[in-house]
T-cell receptor, first 112, second 108 residues
């Protein structure tokens, strides 16, 4: 069966520090991969998605970047965190075609 | 931008049916309607999806209007554990954008 791993669950980082969040999927190949951010009490904002290795689409210009070095690995990064980067970050994957999405458990990032 | 509009909040009595509406007036012919829900501090959970026909599974029913411009998610017997934010999205292939959703509160 397919599973999605996302870590860490919580993270507290100082302003100006770098960030690296990792998401991996098991049990499937060539998934579509997504990164979302959710501010407190708000909906899910799509940040990046990828349909293949090295293919990244950015939805919102920001202080973050994404990379897909392997088929089932999706990484969200920042060189210098801002206070406004605080939030709940979610990774998700879907199969090819119109199938349902599966989400990780999320990372709660607090920038202090 | 999300292609759907939903009421920001709804209440439902425990044991009664919860009917959550969604408008998607600009839906195109190959886009599916998906519903997810998110319980506080967790990742969203898939509920159901459909293209044209009404669908039912063990969690819910999905009613799509004939013109496909709106849909309703029905939880037939809401429980306190159904309290969550419910998201309706329209999607074809890799485009997957969420709106603000509806916060459903099931009350005893």
């Amino acid at each position: 069966s397919q599973t999605i791993h996302q870590w860490p669950a919580t993270l507290v980082q100082p302003v100006g520090s770098p960030l690296s969040l990792e998401c991996t999927v098991e049990g499937t190949s060539n998934p579509n991969l997504y990164w979302y951010r959710q501010a407190a009490g708000r909906g899910l904002q799509l940040l990046f998605y990828s349909v293949g290795i090295g293919q990244i689409s950015s939805e919102v210009p920001q202080n973050l970047s994404a990379s897909r070095p392997q088929d089932r690995q999706f990484i969200l990064s920042s060189k210098k965190l801002l206070l406004s980067d605080s939030g709940f970050y979610l990774c998700a994957w879907t199969g090819t075609g119109s199938t349902e999405a599966f989400f990780g458990q999320g990372t709660r990032l607090t920038v202090v | 931008d999300a292609k759907t509009t939903q009421p920001p909040s709804m209440d439902c009595a425990e044991g009664r049916a919860a009917n959550l509406p969604c408008n998607h007036s600009t839906i195109s012919g190959n886009e599916y309607v998906y519903w997810y829900r998110q319980i506080h501090s967790q990742g969203p959970q898939y509920i159901i999806h459909g293209l044209k026909n009404n669908e039912t599974n063990e969690m819910a029913s999905l009613i799509i209007t004939e013109d496909r411009k709106s849909s309703t998610l029905i939880l037939p017997h809401a429980t306190l554990r159904d309290t969550a934010v419910y998201y309706c999205i329209v999607r074809y292939r890799d485009d997957m954008r969420f709106g603000a959703g509806t916060r459903l509160t099931v009350k005893p």
